[in-house]
């Protein structure tokens, strides 16, 4: 029951932190919110250079502005491999959760594409991002695709994976103490991540308790 309780209290201050830093850049003030429900961050890893698992962050939090600005975090500690302990290896010795508790996504687009795949359009676009992770920020590139819903929802999904280089952001470390405690040949260092996203107007979209 304590450490029940204790991992409930964690999640919710990780959940606290991640807004709390979404706010504080003004993303609150948002046109558009993200449905976590219905987006997902996804990326494969592969071990002893042959075998590849999919795994996911189910903790997501997300705006875009009336200006375009989009702010998307990501709680570290939500990764889910299907592998209780694996999870936990992953959040103490990858991705350090107790110090880098989230990551974050930052990116300007058009309001008038917003505008148009808001009516029902879809557009198709490359966009530039910075990824604020493990104390370390990087800008990186992906073409990505938004889709206009009747509902009033948009839909934006990467056309392609981005390769995420673990050394970029000081996360080579802790894989070799993965591959180390697992036991592997190998595990790679370069990570395909994908990214479907939803969001719904603000006015549409319920408030969670």
């Known amino acids: ?10 999640k919710g201050f990780r959940w606290f932190a991640l807004f709390s830093l979404l706010s504080a850049t003004g993303a609150a003030w948002a046109q558009w919110e993200l449905d976590a429900a219905k987006s997902a ?17 189910p903790g997501l939090l997300g705006y875009v502005s009336a200006q375009g600005n989009v702010q ?15 999870n936990e290896r992953m959040r103490e010795m990858l991705f350090e959760t107790a110090r880098f508790p989230s990551a974050t996504i930052s990116a ?11 009516e029902g359009g879809t557009m198709m676009t490359d966009l530039t991002f910075t990824l604020a992770l493990h104390g370390a920020e990087k800008q990186l590139s992906v073409p990505v695709a938004l889709v206009g819903e009747s509902g009033g929802s948009i839909q ?13 952001f000081g996360l080579d470390t802790g894989i070799a103490a993965l591959q ?3 036991g592997l040949k190998a595990i790679s260092t370069a990570v395909p991540v994908t ?7 603000v006015d549409q979209a319920s408030v969670s308790p």
Not at 156 to 168: E, G, K, Q
């Open 1 to 10: 029951m304590m450490k029940t309780t204790r991992m409930a209290w964690h």
């Open 41 to 57: 961050v996804n990326f494969v890893s592969i071990k002893n250079d042959a075998v590849a698992e999919i795994h996911s962050f």
């Open 72 to 86: 998307l975090g990501i709680d570290l500690g939500s990764v889910e491999t299907l592998v209780p302990i694996r």
């Open 108 to 118: 300007t687009v058009d309001p008038e594409i917003i505008a148009a795949v808001a």
């Open 156 to 168: 934006v999904f990467t056309t392609r994976p981005v390769i995420i280089s673990a050394a970029d």
């Open 180 to 182: 180390q405690v697992a």
């Open 195 to 201: 990214v479907h996203l939803v969001f719904r107007r």
